[in-house]
Structure formats: structure tokens, C-alpha cells
């Protein structure tokens, strides 16, 4: 849908355009820089909600699937919006709700708190590697260990971003063989019936079984012409809480050690594939 069109409008108009999402600050509301009550965070997670699964924010994130900047601005304005309709000024009415009330239900409910996966994983930059148990695109049991090769460093992609698919194919043709490339299928980040975010991003459902994680992965590789070899995580998730691999990461695995890590921008969630850029090019300098 976004290829359709040469410029996407502006967030901040598509976003308001109708009166339903008019920020309250517009119509001059006095704005309060208190933290609500519980009764009104609840209210404020059920709007939220509301608003994420309308049409007209679903449309937003189709728009712009290919640009992730802008797709943490539409969440932002998103929750900017909900705050401001209840008469608070900042989002953090809206953003410690978990850590206030951490045992409420309703708010254990929120889309950002249900489904979100970040995690760090068990094993930092720097330390040992640990084996995990993954799967062939045919179903077939093998482990992260069985990969790796002496004198040839593993870079692992978990996840992906429709984004990056050149970049990932560059990597591919460039490197090997003297590096070894490898795509680990997790989770799905924002799976149709649990974290919708546009029809492009959110094209299919969470995996229930492992017969249909498998599946989800070999499409993927069929629809996109994927060149970098697959593995597909355990539905026990292993390889995700090993490493913390939500949002999408990358890394280096060399002499045992997870040497690279890399970690998403603070405020983007993206990645700079500079940084993986560097490190091979010292890797080759210091080859020579």
C-alpha cells in the first residue's frame, strides 16, 4: 500500500485529521501534570487499545511499514492523544502505568505490556556463547553450536525488518565464505491477533505450534526470495531468551565468545547495520 503513493501524509495531520483524535491540548483544555488514579489508567488502557486497533492507525502503520521512525511516531502520538483526552499532559500518565500498578489486570492487559518480548537474554556482549536447540526449515532438530566453524565468525539475524531485505542479500553475496551468515525465525513480533501493526507487518497469526512457526518461515523465505540461510527458534522460544533477540538484532559469534551485540536505538527501536559494517572490515584488516 505504501508503494502506491510517491509521499505518505504527514503523521501528525493523518493522525488527528478527524475530530475522534483531536489532541485535547487543541481544543485549549486545561492539562494536568499529576499522575491519574487507577480508575482512569484503566481508562486510559482501554482507549489506547481502542485507538492501536482502529482503522484509521492500522491505515498509518500500513503507510509507513517501511519506515520505522515514523511508526514509533504514530505510538507515540498514539499515546500522547489518550493522556491528553483524559486531561493529563504527558505520557507518563499513561507509560508507568505498570510500574504503579503492577498486579492490576486491566493493566497487565496493555498491548506494550502483553506482547512485548524485549528482553536482554542471558548472555552479554563479551561473554561465552551458549548452545541453544533450533530447527531446519524442514523440522529437522539441530542446535546454534552445529553452525559454527573454526576460523569463520557466525553473524546471526533474529527477526527481521522488511526494511533491510537488500542489505541482508548484500551481506550474503559479500562475506561468504569467509564469514557465516544465518537468520534465526523467531517469534512473531506483531503477529495479526496479537499486536497488529498495518497488513504488511502483521500478515499472519502466532504460531501455536512448531508445524506452523515452520510454515511462517518458509513462506517468508519463498515470498521475499530470502538468501541467507534459516533457522527456526524452538517454540519454547530458547534461542529468544538466550539472547534477547525482540526487537530485531544481530550478532557476532567468534572464538566461542559472543563478541557483538547489538542494541536498538532508545527511543527508534532500529539498528545501525554500520556497526556490523565496521567490525567485518576490522575483521578483514586484521586478516591481512
Known amino acids: 500500500m505504501a508503494d502506491a503513493i510517491d509521499t505518505p501524509p504527514d503523521v501528525n495531520n493523518s493522525l488527528y485529521h478527524d475530530d475522534k483524535f483531536s489532541c485535547s491540548s487543541e481544543k485549549q483544555q486545561i492539562l494536568s501534570d499529576d499522575l491519574p488514579p ?3 489508567v484503566r481508562k486510559m488502557i482501554k482507549y489506547e487499545t481502542f485507538l492501536r486497533l482502529s482503522d ?3 491505515q498509518l502503520f500500513e503507510l509507513y511499514h517501511k ?7 504514530v505510538l507515540d502520538l498514539v499515546q500522547q492523544n489518550v493522556v491528553e483526552h483524559f486531561g493529563y499532559s504527558h505520557v507518563n500518565a499513561l507509560r508507568t502505568a505498570i510500574s504503579r ?4 489486570s486491566i493493566i497487565k492487559e496493555a498491548f506494550y505490556i502483553k506482547h ?3 528482553t536482554q537474554g542471558l548472555v552479554n ?8 536447540k533450533l530447527f531446519t526449515l524442514d523440522g529437522e532438530s539441530t542446535t546454534l553450536f552445529s553452525q559454527i566453524t573454526s576460523e569463520q565468525p557466525l553473524i546471526l539475524f533474529a527477526d527481521f525488518h522488511l526494511t533491510k531485505f537488500n542489505s541482508f542479500s548484500k551481506l550474503v553475496r559479500s562475506h561468504t565464505p569467509a564469514m557465516r551468515l544465518l537468520t534465526i525465525y523467531i517469534a512473531e513480533a506483531h503477529a495479526r491477533d ?4 498495518g497488513k504488511t507487518i502483521s500478515c499472519v497469526d502466532q504460531p501455536k505450534t512448531l508445524v506452523e512457526r515452520l510454515e511462517n518461515a518458509r513462506e517468508f523465505k519463498k515470498k521475499f526470495n530470502f538468501e541467507m540461510p534459516i533457522l527456526v527458534d524452538s517454540m519454547d522460544n530458547t534461542f529468544h531468551i538466550t539472547y534477547g533477540s525482540w526487537p530485531f538484532r544481530f550478532y557476532i559469534i567468534n572464538d566461542g565468545k559472543l563478541i557483538l ?3 536498538p536505538g532508545i527511543t527508534t527501536y532500529a539498528y545501525d547495520l554500520n556497526e556490523l559494517d565496521t567490525w567485518i572490515d576490522n575483521f578483514y584488516r586484521d586478516k591481512k
Open 38 to 40: 487507577l480508575d482512569i
Open 194 to 197: 496479537q499486536w497488529p501493526a
Open 56 to 58: 484509521p492507525i492500522q
Open 125 to 132: 556482549q563479551g561473554q561465552c556463547a551458549l548452545d541453544v
Open 101 to 104: 500498578f503492577p498486579d492490576d
Open 67 to 73: 519506515d520505522d521512525n515514523a511508526i514509533t511516531m
Open 261 to 263: 551485540k547489538a542494541e
Open 116 to 118: 512485548n518480548k524485549i
